[in-house]
């Protein structure tokens, strides 16, 4: 299957600062990314959609401009969780999407001290 | 968002037997669904995926049912191995082509 990867894979950082995932599909044009959110335990949380310049559709109850997405190319999109808190601290996982087909990518940590 | 939902969050099995794992799903408009299978720490994994015009498809070991009467679905996993071990999801395809995700069964297992 096709390959996504995410960067980085664990992320530690203090409160007050902003952190970037990046997700990239290695080896297709994505027409779509989607960011995730998996607190432990508990399934994944659609946060938004992005599809190649233009703007993201985020889900009720993501804040936007907390967790900013860009969607520079077929093969990358970034999240950037600005201002993080302890509450932020979470598995984030993006997926990539072209007709009929999801990957998703290998998940990044971020655990905010 | 969407409702998914899972009957049971654990299920713990013999290896060598059948597992089942079950699903009920919230829109009647979604048309396609897929099973994934994550190991801690890692993303999901695609195991099998059925449209919405079909009642039951086969892959290696594993068997997906779609009821769309009472929109459920279930995951079979023929002969239960030790790696099979995981936390399974099931995934509904809305009109939006989002995917919203089940809340999750945790199998284990027990060799």
């Known amino acids: 299957g096709a390959v996504v990867s995410q960067h980085p894979s664990w992320v530690i950082c203090k409160s007050g600062t902003s952190v970037k995932i990046e997700c990239r599909s290695l080896?297709?044009?994505?027409?779509?990314m989607f960011w995730y959110r998996q607190f432990p335990k508990q399934s994944l949380m659609l946060m938004a959609t992005?599809?190649?310049?233009?703007?993201?559709?985020?889900e009720q109850g993501v804040e936007k401009d907390k967790f900013l997405i860009n969607h520079a190319s077929l093969t990358l999109s970034t999240l950037t969780v600005t201002s993080a808190h302890p509450e932020d601290s979470s598995f984030y996982i993006c997926?990539?999407?072209?007709?009929?087909?999801?990957?998703f990518g290998p998940g990044t940590r971020l655990t905010v001290t | 968002g969407e409702s998914v939902g899972l009957h049971l969050p654990t299920l713990s099995v013999q290896e060598g037997d059948n597992s089942i794992i079950n699903c009920a799903y919230s829109n009647s408009a979604s048309d396609y669904f897929i099973w994934y299978k994550q190991e801690s720490g890692k993303g999901p994994q695609f195991i099998i995926d059925i449209r919405s015009n079909m009642d039951k498809r086969q892959g290696q070991r594993v068997t997906v049912l779609l009821n769309k009467t009472v929109k459920h679905l279930s995951l079979q996993i023929a002969a239960t191995q030790p790696g099979d071990s995981a936390v399974y999801f099931c995934?509904?395809?809305?009109?939006?082509?989002?995917?919203?995700f089940g809340t999750g069964t945790s199998l284990t297992v027990i060799p």
């Open positions: 080896d297709f044009q994505a027409t779509t």
């Open positions: 992005s599809n190649e310049g233009s703007k993201a559709t985020y």
């Open positions: 995934a509904e395809r809305t009109t939006g082509n989002q995917f919203y």
């Open positions: 997926s990539a999407s072209r007709p009929g087909e999801q990957y």
